[in-house]
């Protein structure tokens, strides 16, 4: 099978070397991809919105399989004109990615389909959004109703608080609709579904860790680190999500002639009335799949094409016993501005077997390997117990040397 795959982060070297492990995988083109996807086939430097162009190229190089791993080509439907041109596509529709590209959409499915999640408000001004909430005099969790690089979400503890966000996303592109939202408490889980339009098999549950500081202090970025799997998610607990909370906005999406193809990523809150959505991702998450992926056994590429097509056979994959723990070693500057061309070392001597690195901002420089991103290197400890994982993870984190490397030390703590 020839394959493209779209994207250029941790997750896309993830799914590029899981890709690799199946003896269907003929050919991989990653656009633009990174050092890591290189690996594994060929980076081709194109834009990515030029969707006509990639349908092109898909065609030229006698492409069988789209692989999307980010969310904005979704929503500006790249998988509805693959499959236009007969080419099978990983990955929803831009209607059924509404479910992640729109936060005011996500809502009403879910109300729809009677699935459990905060109670919410949804204006079309932040002059009418703000009026709201100094009329309930309380504190709102704040949400801009469009994709923001995961900066569109605030949660204030105060009137004041509310306020400021409100005028904060409210003055972004994303924000031009703003949601108040009830704040909930309670432990969070990631819940990751590969899905065929129809049915659903479930993934590794997994913790991501969002905030820059450690004991989850500090600013939300796009990932520090994740564990998987959960063990509070027990089987009947993950039961549980996929039936109240996954399969009947599946249906719902099903009922309205858009079905969801591809992997639906339920953020989850459990509270003591149960588990709630706090929001879906249409995509697999960055750095979930670094660590949900090698926790994966059997054909991973033709499972995505079976999902592509309408034909997931959960027979085909099987969770391995164990447990992953990645960390992501972050460059100077991160979540601000990072810097790059640090040159890094000590990648080159780890244990493939115990250690998987996935590069997301490395790039090779003439001195060598260097960094070129914020998120740099996610670094996945494998083992028989969180311990052992989560030893490996850290023992590799230390040796990997770069100037201004920082990382969260407490991944999979507790
Ligand atoms: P989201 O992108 O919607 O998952 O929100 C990002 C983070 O904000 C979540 O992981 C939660 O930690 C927090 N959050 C979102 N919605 C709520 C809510 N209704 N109550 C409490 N915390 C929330
Ligand atoms: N790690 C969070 C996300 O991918 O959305």
């Not at 194109?46 to 006509?52: A, G, R, S, T, Y």
């Not at 052992?388 to 703590?413: L, T």
Request: proline share 7%; charged share 25%; hydrophobic share 40%.
């Amino acid at each position: 099978m020839n394959v493209l795959l779209i994207g250029s982060g941790g997750r896309e070297h993830a799914l590029a070397w899981k890709m690799a492990q199946s003896p269907r995988l003929r050919r991989l083109l990653s656009v633009p991809g990174n050092t890591g996807t290189g690996g594994y086939g060929q980076n081709v430097p194109f834009p990515l919105h030029d969707i006509e162009a990639l349908v092109d190229l898909a065609q030229r190089e006698s492409i069988d399989l789209l692989v999307v791993g980010p969310d904005n080509p979704l929503a500006d439907g790249i998988v509805d004109r693959f499959v236009e041109a007969g080419i099978p596509a990983f990955g929803p529709k831009a209607a059924a990615a509404r479910i992640e590209s729109s936060k005011s959409f996500a809502k009403e499915v879910m109300a729809a389909a009677g699935v459990p999640t905060a109670q919410a408000h949804v204006f079309d001004s932040p002059a009418e959004a703000a009026a709201f909430a100094r009329e309930s005099g309380g504190p709102w969790v704040v949400k801009a109703d469009g994709l923001a690089l995961g900066k569109g979400v605030v949660v204030p503890d105060d009137l004041d608080g509310t306020l400021a966000a409100i005028a904060q996303l409210g003055a972004t592109p994303a924000g031009s609709r703003l949601l108040l939202e009830e704040r909930l408490s309670g432990r969070e889980v990631s819940v990751l579904a590969l899905c065929d339009g129809s049915r659903l098999v479930a993934l590794p549950p997994a913790r991501d860790h969002k905030r820059l500081g450690e004991g989850d202090l500090g600013p939300n970025t796009g990932g520090m680190g994740v564990v998987a799997p959960v063990d509070e998610v027990t089987p009947a607990l993950l039961d549980q999500i996929l039936n109240r909370c996954m399969r009947p906005v599946v249906a719902e999406l099903a009922a309205r002639g858009t079905p969801f193809r591809g992997v639906l990523y339920a953020g989850i809150i459990l509270t003591a009335e149960g588990p709630k959505v706090l929001e879906f991702n249409a995509r697999f998450g960055d750095p979930e799949a670094q660590a949900v992926l090698p926790l994966l056994e059997g054909d991973f590429l033709e499972v995505l094409y079976d999902c592509a097509v309408g034909g997931l056979n959960p027979e085909k994959l099987r969770r391995r016993r164990g447990y992953a723990v990645c960390v992501v070693l972050c460059a100077e500057g991160y979540p601000g501005k990072p810097r790059k061309g640090d040159l890094i070392r000590g990648v080159e001597a780890l244990d493939e077997d115990q250690v998987l690195v996935f590069h997301a901002g490395t790039a090779v420089s003439p001195q060598g390997l260097c960094t070129s991103g914020g998120r740099v290197l996610g670094v996945t400890g494998l083992g028989p117990t969180l311990a052992r994982a989560r030893a490996r993870a850290y023992e590799a984190a230390e040796r990997i040397r770069f100037e201004g490397k920082h990382y969260r030390k407490d991944i999979g703590k507790g």
